[in-house]
Nanobody
């Protein structure tokens, strides 16, 4: 079992930066892949970024080059550094986890543990 808590959301102007944190529980946290997803009002939840237990990363095309994901396994925390933010990045951001696998998953249905979400609002 993994418990996840997001933090770091807020209001920022276009072009600004935010760093989101996802704090995970348990000594097995380092063996899980952890992804970030976002959901805007009236839209489906979509993939943003992921980091697996091997420290491999993958980003959605919409954020590639602007967002960076990293993990600190000592602190059981995954970070999403968001730079050059755009109004279309506005959404509730969720972190999610699944046990280690050979594949990198971007489908939300593959993730069994979810945080409560943190609001990111980017003004123009």
């Amino acid at each position: 079992q993994v418990q996840l808590v997001e933090s770091g959301g807020g209001l920022v102007q276009a072009g600004g930066s935010l760093r989101l944190s996802c704090a995970g529980s348990g000594r097995t946290f380092s063996t899980y892949s952890v992804g970030w997803f976002r959901q805007a009002p009236g839209k489906a939840r979509t993939f943003v970024s992921i980091i697996n237990w091997r420290n491999a990363t993958w980003h959605a095309d919409s954020v590639n080059g602007r967002f960076t994901i990293a993990r600190d396994n000592v602190q059981n925390t995954v970070y999403l550094q968001m730079n050059s933010l755009k109004p279309e990045d506005t959404a509730v951001y969720y972190c999610a986890a699944h046990p280690a696998a050979n594949s990198i998953y971007t489908d939300p249905s593959k993730f069994m543990y979810w945080g409560q979400g943190t609001q990111v609002t980017v003004s123009s």
